[in-house]
């Protein structure tokens, strides 16, 4: 069964035109149909269509359930932009199907890429979000420097309860691997840089705001794919009952 993003569920009975329109002209859904909603706010609702408009199709709500799937941790990542932004729009996707909460693009002193679309970005997490049947959706910060992120409320506090924060850089150094030093259960902050590397400058700001350096591994990673190893570790310690 497809399942439909729809916000602002609670106020209208309408799916917007971009779904009214996949659900009737693509899909030829028609009244009586059941489909399945997520309101991106942890809501999943069971529906039926009863005026299949193609573009304001009508739906009447037959359950709902709250607090779908939720995780009983916050996960933020703030990450460097890549060069090539496809590689930022394949974290953010994969990063979506395995669990984040909050993302923050930061410009780095060796970032080569300082613009992004958010609005394309924003329909990426949207469509990893369905695909991965989830009805929270990730929150998607406006990019900023380093530097104002490390003293932005979403760097200071994130979620409810203990919040660790952590950088991950390719400087020697005494270093832990993530799944040594993270705690089950805490909220996470995960600093990711770019293709570059943070600068010795940009460790040193992070570890003076209480970060803990981390190593994510023996192997050099990308960019995107070290925020992806940052989400799948914290996920996988999360929903393992062996450690």
């Not at 149909?33 to 739906?59: M, Q, S, W």
């Not at 970060?211 to 999360?238: D, K, Y």
Request: charged content about 25%; some cysteine; proline content about 5%.
């Amino acid at each position: 069964m497809n399942l439909f993003y729809v916000p602002d569920i609670e106020k209208s009975l309408f799916l917007p035109e971009e779904e009214s329109a996949h659900a009737v002209k693509v899909l030829r859904m028609k009244s009586g149909d059941n489909i399945r909603l997520i309101d991106g706010k942890g809501g999943f609702y069971e529906a039926e269509i009863t005026n299949p408009h193609p573009k304001h199709c009508e739906v009447r709500i037959i359950n709902k359930t709250s607090d779908f799937n939720k995780r009983n941790h916050y996960l933020h990542i703030a990450i460097a932009p890549t060069k090539n932004i496809e590689r930022l729009e394949w974290f953010l996707e994969k990063a979506t199907e395995i669990g984040i909460d909050e993302i923050t693009p930061v410009v780095c002193r060796f970032s080569e890429r300082k613009v992004i679309k958010p609005e394309r970005l924003e329909k990426v997490i949207v469509s990893a979000m369905k695909q991965s049947v989830k009805a929270y959706l990730p929150r998607l910060n406006d990019i900023c420097s380093f530097e104002e992120f490390l003293t932005s409320p979403s760097a200071l506090s994130t979620g409810e309860g203990t919040l660790s924060r952590y950088i991950a850089h390719c400087y020697e150094s005494e270093k832990k691997l993530l799944q040594q030093i993270y705690t089950k259960g805490n909220n996470a902050l995960i600093l990711i840089g770019p293709e570059g590397d943070f600068s010795q400058e940009e460790v040193n700001a992070a570890l003076q705001q209480n970060f803990m350096p981390i190593s994510l591994g023996n192997s050099r990673l990308r960019t995107e794919t070290a925020g992806v190893v940052a989400c799948h570790t914290i996920n996988l310690l999360e929903n393992s009952s062996l450690i």
